[in-house]
């Protein structure tokens, strides 16, 4: 091989060789044939004829040449990466702890990315999983000048009639069911109802059955599609099941069809637990009147007819619905339609940011980790410096030994980034108990796949070459004669400041980070000091439900059924006292009905007021500790049959009883009843204001009214315990309603105070997520500072020396090394705080009772800085205190 | 006029034959073309259209290697060393060859 090598390098170009080599060989049968007495002129142009096409060899042979020679080049390159590697490998072994701590920085960094990266990719990047995806639509009414306002079933029935930008449409809504298991506990299954369109919009195919068609309505539609994988849970994959009656929260339903496990439609308020396990059919509705125009409730999907574009679809719908506002001012007037991308309604805004913030912060972390990488890279270098002189002078050459320290630096960042590919799988396994419910839709899947582990590797190689390049060109700045006689200093000073550059930005990114996740603690903090209006201590609360769509559902039905409930969960022992409600404070809920004050001059349902319409038993206000202010509470005696009562709280008085004696007012308020309509009721009190979510902007007004009076197809069950946690009395809880109605299962069970976390989880989960990364990044910058700041006491050792033999005193050199140290930190932090300035307003979203640029949190980030940095100074500015000048000259 | 070998037989041996050739020493191509001309009674003719582009693709395969050096005659020439490769292949071809003329002697002699 060797002699080959040297034969290949020493040759003259191919082109001419061949030339050189047949014209050779012409000469020497010239030169035969003239020994045999042929005249010289004659031999030659025999010997020419015999060859034949000259110039045609000549070009087979320089052909064969050609590839000859790439070939050589490619297996000498593979050759040579094979050693370069088998070197890396060698080296990185021989200093053990080098390799643990870089690629130990690069698995994390790389392994916080990939998380990242994976959810970023399923929320920002990915396409919903449906077929076709960008022809699908969601079709929905404006609420408070946002898109997304529910649609009423008959305006859904006219849209679909009336549109023509739509292949289909279809609407749905949260449902429920239950199945009653073999311990003979029903067991709540979260369900949606849905119109016949719904599984061909959005292109779903069955796995087993079929789903639903125009056909299957009915009076009492009967039949459900299941989901694949309550199917196999539930009924062990049983093929037959498909046709099979079979009975659910007391009704019979024919399954017809079995789909994909991966298929869930998360749209706003349309899933009771994050996932459908079962589809039902909702009817349209034949009765047009326009009592049936009032509640609104359906969430609409559609997909478009092929070229048409989303904005000739918002056009079409928003002149059908001003036509029906035109048509029905009664009900329709002020209700504009819009189309919005599907995808805009499912990956919702706040998703979104919350995917850039962390892919932002974490992207910096790796940053961080290469700097440091690059640091260690950079001091092993000047270590190494000698080796390289020598390599050099035995005959390497510059580009191959750059393609040395590139090749141990791409060795590193394989391992690094394998570590990491390990470490961000083991983050997305425990992701889902990690991430509070709700942020990610179930629409899309977050885990790690082949996309995510391609990522790791190109982040691995962008790594590589990021914290490879700088002790690369380092390396072709050494001469050989400086690296030989060690004169360290000079041969280092460019890589010192550039070390300082690193220490300078790492610094910076740190403060920037602090003040990023000081502002989001500041919020959580907020947000969790915030008020709810209730006084309860702990409760347990969970959703019940009286009636429904199917038969027993009147009002009387509906009032024995929860007064049952209510009578059998009373005798659970360590139960003290029951109540029901609707919403929740901080339970994120809030039912609205429009209202008109009697005696005021009538107005049309569409300008009346809207306020919150709660459900309540007497017994709710005292439980929850929300004090009366005014008159009386509800009581026992305002039943059915009795005058229609109702309480109202600040707000209500505040924004719509200015000026009035509000014990008295009557109010026409729309009633949960079917056909919606309003009934009279005298306000008897008024309450202190309650709230459903922490960050509400401002108060909302409620109407309380009483179950007796107006009871509902569901109700929230609350139960104080006598003693002890609430939690512990789920078990007797849902026994007793068992009891009562094993068909109607409780379904969201949850504490109070869980309530209040969970309000809080989303702020929470950032704050915690980027208080972390910042304090990653904190200590990856100190170990930065501390770097720099060693190195620079042990490359000045002599210098203190000098000073310290001269009569400097211990002060002096400390107030060098400090002055040092706080030029870096000092860059680094004020360059930190103007990112930080310049970028707060991209987080305003997240904040909430703290600004943007809140002085603060800004101050305390660079104060933590500054203590951290202290800490990271102290030992190298020791050790330039404890310098003895003969040891310092000795040294050298 | 001697009797010339059909391109096509040659085409099969060529490649053992600048084996063997080799196995004795390096040489340019001329000499190995010489060389099997002569030890073969001129009853096999090495044409320059087969032999160079022979020696070249016996090149890329490493079973050759090439230096210019000084011809008997001191003039420069490129001369061809068998490599170990080559040696091993030459042994391949030339059992190789054994078999095959084995048995086309079997059918073409057979009574």
């Not at chain 1, 339903?253 to 899933?271: C, H, K, R, Y």
């Not at chain 1, 009871?711 to 139960?719: E, F, K, Q, S």
Request: net charge positive; aromatic share 6%.
């Amino acid at each position: 091989m060797k002699r080959s090598l040297r034969s290949w390098l020493w040759r003259v170009p191919l082109d001419q060789e061949v030339d050189d080599e047949l014209a050779f060989h012409i000469d020497m049968r010239t030169r035969e044939l003239v020994e045999k007495g042929v005249d010289p002129r004659i031999a030659r142009e025999m010997v020419l004829a015999r060859i034949g096409d000259a110039s045609r060899l000549k070009r087979t042979c320089v052909d064969l040449g050609r590839k000859r020679e790439r070939e050589m080049r490619l297996t000498r390159w593979l050759e040579e990466c094979r050693e370069d590697v088998r070197f890396a490998v060698r080296q990185l072994r021989q200093s053990p702890g080098f390799t643990l701590v870089a690629t130990t920085t690069l698995a994390l960094g790389i392994g916080a990315n990939s998380a990242m990266f994976a959810l970023a990719d399923a929320t920002l990047m990915r396409p919903l999983p449906f077929p076709e995806p960008d022809g699908l639509v969601v079709l929905s009414e404006f609420w408070q000048g946002q898109p997304g306002g529910a649609v009423n079933p008959v305006d859904f029935v006219d849209w679909s009639e009336r549109t023509h930008s739509f292949t289909a449409i279809a609407a749905v809504v949260r449902g429920g069911g239950s199945l009653v298991g073999d311990d003979g506990v029903a067991e709540p299954i979260p369900a949606q109802a849905v119109t016949s369109r719904f599984f061909d919009v959005l292109g779903v195919t069955p796995i087993a059955g079929r789903t639903f068609r125009e056909g299957d309505e009915g009076p009492t539609p009967d039949v459900v599609v299941l989901s694949e994988g309550f199917w196999r849970r539930r009924f062990g994959a049983d093929p037959s099941i498909v046709g099979r009656s079979t009975r659910f929260g007391g009704q019979t339903f024919t399954v017809i069809g079995i789909v994909p496990a991966g298929f869930q439609l998360e749209l706003l308020g349309t899933t009771s637990e994050g996932s459908s396990l079962m589809w039902t059919l909702l009817n349209s509705p034949t009765d047009r009147s326009p009592a049936q125009r009032y509640p609104h409730y359906l969430q609409v999907i559609g997909r478009l007819k092929p070229g048409v574009t989303i904005d000739a679809a918002r056009s079409d719908l928003a002149s059908v619905a001003d036509a029906l506002a035109r048509e029905m001012p009664g009900t329709n007037k002020g209700h504009a339609a819009t189309v919005s991308p599907l995808r805009d309604r499912v990956i919702r805004g706040e998703l979104r940011l919350t995917a850039m913030l962390l892919l932002g912060v974490v992207g910096l972390v790796l940053l961080m980790c290469c700097a440091n990488v690059a640091n260690l890279l950079l001091a092993r270098a000047t270590a190494r410096s000698r080796e390289f002189a020598i390599r050099s002078a035995l005959g390497a050459g510059r580009r191959r030994i750059v393609r040395q320290v590139l090749t141990e630096s791409l060795v590193l960042a394989m391992l690094g980034g394998l570590l990491g590919a390990v470490f961000g799988a083991g983050i997305l396994k425990a992701a889902p108990s990690l991430i509070p419910t709700g942020l990610i839709p179930s629409t899309v899947t977050v885990g790690f796949d082949s996309r995510v582990l391609i990522f790791c590797a190109l982040a691995a190689l962008v790594v590589a070459i990021l914290y490879g390049l700088s002790p690369a060109w380092q390396v072709t700045r050494l001469s050989a004669v400086q690296a030989m006689t060690n004169d360290g200093r000079s041969v280092t000073a460019a890589g010192a400041g550039f070390r300082r550059a690193l220490a300078v930005s790492q610094v910076a990114i740190a403060v920037f980070l602090l003040c990023g996740a000081g502002l989001l603690l500041r919020t959580l903090l907020a947000l969790e000091s915030v008020d709810s209006g209730s006084r309860a201590g702990d409760l347990l609360t969970m959703i019940v439900a009286g009636g429904g769509p199917g038969p027993d559902s009147d009002p009387e039905s509906m009032w024995r059924r929860y007064e049952a409930f209510r009578r059998e969960v009373e005798q659970v022992p360590g139960v003290s006292a029951v109540a029901w409600g609707s919403a929740l404070p901080f339970g994120g809920l809030w039912f609205g009905q429009n209202f008109e004050i009697v005696g005021d001059p009538p107005r049309l349902p569409a300008d009346r007021d809207m306020s919150g319409y709660q459900i309540v038993s007497p017994s709710y206000l005292p439980l929850l500790g929300v004090a009366l202010l005014e008159g009386r509470g509800l009581s026992a005696a305002d039943t059915a049959g009795s005058p229609e009562v109702c309480v109202v709280d600040e707000e209500f008085v505040r924004r719509f009883l200015r000026g009035r004696t509000v014990l008295g007012t009557r109010i026409a308020i729309n009633a949960m009843v079917l056909p919606p309509r309003a009934i009279a009721r005298e306000i008897v009190g008024v309450v202190a204001q309650v709230k459903e979510r922490p960050d509400e902007p401002q108060p909302q007004p409620h109407v309380y009214v009483p179950i007796a009076q107006n009871p509902w197809w569901t109700a929230t069950l609350i139960v104080q315990p006598a003693d002890g946690r609430a939690e512990a009395l789920t078990p007797g809880v849902r026994a007793a309603l068992a009891r009562v109605d094993r068909d109607r299962p409780a379904t969201v069970i949850r504490t109070l105070t869980a309530l209040g976390s969970e309000a809080t989880a989303r702020p929470r989960f950032r704050a915690v997520l980027i208080a972390t990364f910042a304090g990653l990044a904190l200590l990856l910058a100190m170990v930065g500072v501390f770097g720099v700041l060693a190195y620079s006491v042990q490359q000045r050792t002599r210098e203190f020396g000098v000073r310290i033999a001269l009569g400097a005193s211990g002060r002096n050199v400390l107030g060098l090394v400090v002055g040092n140290a706080a030029r870096v930190v000092g860059t680094g932090a004020a360059l930190g705080l103007a990112l930080a300035l310049a970028f707060a307003q991209s987080v305003a979203a997240f904040l909430f009772g703290v600004q943007p640029r809140d002085p603060v949190t800004f101050a305390s980030a660079g104060a933590v800085l500054v203590l951290t940095a202290i800490v990271a100074c102290a030992v190298p500015a020791l050790r330039a205190v404890r310098i003895d000048p003969v040891e310092a000259f000795r040294n050298e | 006029m001697p009797f010339k070998t059909p391109n096509a037989l040659l085409h099969g041996t060529l490649d053992a034959l600048i084996l063997k050739t080799l196995a004795g020493g390096p040489r340019h191509g001329y000499a190995i073309a010489k060389f099997i001309e002569d030890a073969s009674d001129e009853s096999v003719i090495v044409e320059e259209g087969s032999l160079y582009p022979a020696l070249y693709r016996m090149e890329r395969r490493g079973w050759l290697e090439a230096e210019w050096g000084e011809s008997e005659l001191g003039r420069r020439a490129k001369l061809y060393r068998l490599t170990r490769d080559g040696r091993s292949q030459l042994t391949a071809e030339t059992a190789a060859w054994r078999q095959f003329a084995a048995g086309v002697s079997k059918i073409l002699l057979a009574q």
